[in-house]
């Protein structure tokens, strides 16, 4: 069996020993003669499979009971249409920091519902930091105050909670749940599409605090992107994408198994600490962010000349290194370290980022 070091963004690598499990009861699942795939989703078999996903995922992430856990269809973008359509009808605006692209395209969706006021933005230093709380220019009475944990492309991240002065905290975690611990005292709601860090595409979890269903959606909410009737309907207000379920169910029992959250998080700094060290020390690579907002989950670098790109990207691969190519909107490189990349990963491509340098 031939297996590559994926290092792509999302869709991502998985843990192969989820995949084998998955492989291993795809056609007969716990003795039911039947795929998970082919249970219906109203079921006692499901229903007990859901339940139980959902306390494996309440247990690793340690999440408070007045809490509520939503597994939903349509990916992070259809939560940023539902965060201002659910929270926001009251208010007069609603506050967003911009640190990157997908906090920026969190934005623009949420102009389409109420006025947006930005907090902070970097744009103007390319979106390489995170500009000082200080900074922040953050309204009074707004509906929230929405920020992204991990900017997927740009590879900055927030190595602390930002301080919202009472407005409820709405995080995109799409690229690092389940990377480190959450302090849910700080947080109103936190969503993440499942193909970044902790399964496939198809399915987000959304993580939301109770009282905020006492703020009523706007009339023009689509019934299956209202909190409210999905945490009646424990997800299941219409089919949910029972397969993406159960697998991401698999990668929660994995990353149990592996010591939890609190070891994903000591992989994680280690992973990118080895990578981040070496492209510094390369005198060739560059990664552009200020270190201390570096990503721990999407490190981005730079060739000193661009027209090699293809070249190192064909080599990497043939080296069974893949999915490297930068996003289209910031070009270079990008490795993704997810919790699947072993420690393995991340040592084969220094050798090859080191072999390629040396061949210059
Ligand atoms: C990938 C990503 C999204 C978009 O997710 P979809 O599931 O494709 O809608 C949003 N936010 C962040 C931080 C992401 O990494």
Redesign the pocket.
Known sequence: MHRVYNFG??PAMLPTEVLEQAQKEMLDWHNTGMSVMELGHRGELFKKLAEEIEQDFRELLNIPKNFHVLFLS???????AAVPMNLAKDFVNTAYALI????K??AEEGKLYNDVKIVCDSGAQKYSMIPDQSTWDIPKNAAYLHY??????HGVEFPFVPDSKGLPLVC?????LLSRRIDFSKFALIY?????NFGP?GI?IVILRDDLLKREAIRQTPSLMRYDLQVKEKSMFNTPPTYDWYLSGLVFKWIKAQGGVIEMEKRAEKRAQVLYDFIDQSNFYKNPVDPRYRSRM?VIFNLPDETRNDEFLKQAKAAGLTNLKGHRVLGGMRAALYNAMPQAGVLALIEFMTDFMKNR
């Open positions: 963004a999302g349509g990916g992070s973008r259809t939560q940023f990157g692209h997908w906090s395209v969190a992204v944990d991990n900017e997927t492309i995109d975690m799409s690229s690092n993440a599409c499942a193909q970044k595409a987000t999407d």
